[in-house]
């Protein structure tokens, strides 16, 4: 059975191996197929990072000692510096800066911390952020019993700090998933059915009437090009003009929708039109929505289970809409499954997807949830 796109999202956000960006995409996409925009602006603020002034979510906060560093002899020592001894004059705001320490890095850079190594006495926004105004606390900085001259004091944050950090990032996540409601509950009110079929094979008659619907509703929309003759050009209206304009094909005068032409053919010439059946008002959105997004899935690289799926839900879609009274409940699921294909994509979750793919593929579900 092919894993759905909510359960797919979910091993995503728990598996350590995948980056956290990727992972925080890829709920940002569920999150707008599940209607839920707190979540999307929520992994977009964890993948951005916070602010430096402002307030941080709690398993972002982290309490780490102060170290200071010194380099008797050319190597490296390094003391723990309690605020004690800090110069009185900054013991207030090292404290209160202390006190609101975080992590508010956006998580590609907490992730790249993780694998940077540290240089001794190396200053790093991250692992190793410096107090405020170093050169001046340290000339401040009372004289020790063990004779150290700091060359540098900073929070010494480390990478486990980080790791835990991320984690829990991780957990919040995954709560995130678990809390988003399914947008399109099953409801037996909204299904005239008598049961649901476990499988649904492709239909190619069904997908023939689906375009000819499709090419229907283009049609109710016909490009009007409005052409003016030259009275000047007409018969017995005097001296031809200089210039003249040749039309080397028809020129049609007035509205010509519906009309067929054949042109510079020889022997007999055959037409017919074939009317499709009607869309029920007020789905036409939907119809037209459907189609451009299957127009679309097949230039994109799919699996023949994703791009089989897609397919019997367009099918299912345009059989409904054009029904006398359309199956709301069985529309909405399709369009479920049909968006469900499209999430990989916008996700960048599928092969050679480019920049572009993902932004049409996000378009194409922003449309078929407003045509609804």
Request: glycine share 6%; charged share 25%; aromatic share 6%.
């Amino acid at each position: 059975m092919r894993m759905s796109h909510r359960a797919h999202v979910q091993t995503l956000v728990r598996d350590p191996a995948v980056s956290l960006v990727q992972a925080l995409n890829a709920l940002i996409v569920l999150a707008d197929e599940y209607g839920n925009p707190a979540t999307a602006a929520w992994a977009r603020q964890e993948i951005d990072g916070y602010p430096a002034v402002g307030p941080v979510p709690d398993y972002r906060k982290i309490t780490a000692p102060i170290i200071g560093a010194a380099m008797p002899s050319g190597r490296e020592v390094r003391q723990q510096v309690l605020l004690a001894d800090m110069p009185a004059s900054y013991r207030r705001e090292i404290y209160r800066l202390a006190d609101g320490l975080a992590l508010r890095q956006g998580i590609a850079t907490l992730e790249r911390a993780r694998s940077r190594p540290l240089y001794v006495a190396s200053p790093d926004p991250v692992l190793r952020p410096g107090l405020p105004d170093l050169s001046e606390l340290i000339r401040l900085m009372p004289e020790r019993a063990d004779g150290l001259t700091f060359v540098t004091l900073y929070w010494d944050i480390g990478f486990e700090r980080v790791t835990e950090v991320l984690a829990k990032i991780r957990w919040a996540a995954e709560e995130k998933v678990r809390a988003l409601a399914d947008p399109y509950p099953y409801s037996d009110d909204n299904d005239h059915s008598e049961g649901i079929s476990t499988k649904v094979t492709i239909n190619k008659r069904e997908i023939a009437r689906m375009m000819r619907d499709i090419q229907k509703e283009f049609d109710k929309h016909p490009i009007r090009v409005p052409i003016e003759s030259d009275p000047r050009a007409a018969l017995g209206a005097g001296p031809v003009p200089a210039s003249t304009t040749i039309y080397n094909g028809p020129v049609f005068h007035g509205d010509a929708n519906g009309a067929q032409l054949a042109w510079n053919n020889s022997g007999e010439i055959n037409q017919q039109q074939t009317q499709g059946d009607p869309v029920a008002p007020g789905f036409e959105p939907l119809a037209q929505a459907v189609a451009l997004v299957m127009q679309g899935l097949a230039k994109v690289e799919l699996t023949d289970a994703d791009r089989n799926d897609a397919e019997e839900a367009a099918t299912e879609i345009v059989t409904e809409v054009t029904t006398a009274q359309p199956n709301t409940g069985k529309i909405r699921r399709a369009v479920k499954v049909l968006k469900g294909a499209l999430a990989p994509i916008a996700a960048g979750l599928t092969a050679a997807t480019s920049s572009e793919v993902q932004e049409w593929a996000r378009t194409a579900i922003d449309q078929l949830g407003n045509a609804l």
